[in-house]
């Protein structure tokens, strides 16, 4: 993990493996150097391919891409595991439902 890391992405999912992909994809690809900022999926105790899906993206040298898993039901579960996880001071909530602008995580830090 970098010194640097800026941004934490979080996303909590349950169930959507065929909808993980495009998102994680959408992740990866920002205009942001993704030295500062990590995507941190939060598995929700999913019973379809989440897991496999995401370890497809872990250990990739350019981006820092973490799984965890959240036995307990409910989003709010998901979400505070997240924050728990994060390493970044900057925290964003992804909701895999919408696609991302290539510049969207860049824009965000911007913000600031």
Known sequence: MSDQMRISVIVATFN????LRDCIESLLNQTLDPTLYEVIIID?????????TVNEYLGLE???VKYVLEPRPGAHYARNTGVKSAHAAILAFY?????????????AFASL
């Open 16 to 19: 959507r493996s065929n909808m």
């Open 44 to 52: 929700n105790n999913s019973k379809d391919a989440t897991r496999e």
């Open 62 to 64: 350019r981006y820092n």
């Open 95 to 107: 909701r895999r439902r919408r696609c991302l602008s290539r510049a969207m995580v860049r824009s």
